[in-house]
């Protein structure tokens, strides 16, 4: 394993390296549920908090996290797998840059995940159970929990699930990549206290800091550079990256850093 991946372990969610076997669901299904979690505080229009103080309730949480991160992953690597040039279009690039999109995407899914925040689409019937423990607590505050996607994340001090409605803030895709972005960059900075020999933290860090500029190309800065790049070869056939394709040379992936 390499020392990145090694040190960054250090940082990982508080227990989940220790959730072993077999994982059957996800947050979501969890939610569903409502086994495991209390509504103690008053909800609001775009978040509301699990009490997960009650006794084998973070575990259960953690199983969630656990599954979660493997098919993530796992659908990181399988869309990079299927990555690979046609040779009846050898100059078409649009599929290759919009499977390398979502490759990244699922991966920066999975890492934060194990870091402790979960990016998930809520359902109606985890956002409906969610709200029925909420009013059985009388916490409700006479609102309801939308079906939307959230930003979920882990406090083991106060045992504490949060969950942000990141929806409600603008473009899910864009949203995400804000998150990822200032979590990597946190964790950028936390390497530098760690205790490991200073060059190598030094390489962490640089290594860190190199993904945070990637995010923020050409003026991105937010985090959400791939996102635009995306956005324009998906919706918008940008970057000569559609038929008519350009001549030999000028594919747009050779160029995508200029766009």
Not at 53 to 62: D, V, W
Not at 67 to 88: G, V
Not at 137 to 160: P, T, V
Request: aromatic share 14%; hydrophobic share 40%.
């Amino acid at each position: 394993m390499s020392i990145i991946a090694t040190e960054i372990r250090q940082f990982w969610m508080p227990g989940l390296n220790e959730i072993v076997g077999k994982q059957r669901s996800g947050l979501v299904k969890w939610l569903s549920n409502g086994e495991y979690y209390y509504i103690s505080s008053p909800i609001s229009q775009n978040q509301f908090t699990l009490d997960l103080s009650g006794k084998g309730f973070a575990n259960r949480m953690l199983f969630a996290y656990a599954y979660d991160c493997n098919r993530m992953a796992s659908a990181a690597f399988e869309t990079m797998w299927s990555i690979e040039k046609s040779t009846k279009l050898p100059n078409s690039t649009a599929w290759l840059l919009i499977k390398s999109y979502y490759a990244a995407f699922y991966a920066g899914h999975a890492i934060i995940r194990m870091l402790g925040v979960s990016c998930s689409q809520l359902n109606k019937q985890a956002a409906g159970k969610v709200h029925e423990i909420a009013k059985l607590f009388e916490n409700d505050n006479g609102l309801n929990i939308s079906s939307s996607y959230y930003s979920c994340k882990y406090n083991q001090r106060k045992q504490e699930l949060v969950f942000d409605n990141i929806k409600a803030k603008g473009d899910v895709h864009e949203s995400f990549w804000n998150i990822f972005y200032e979590h990597i960059k946190q964790l950028a900075k936390s390497i530098l206290g760690s205790p490991i020999i200073l060059s190598q933290s030094q390489d962490i860090f640089n290594k860190l800091n190199e993904l945070c500029l990637i995010l923020c190309c050409r003026g991105h800065n937010g985090g959400n550079w791939l996102s635009a790049i995306r956005n324009r070869v998906n919706y918008r056939h940008e970057l000569d990256a559609w038929f008519p394709h350009p001549s030999k040379g000028k594919q747009s992936f050779e160029n995508m850093y200029n766009a």
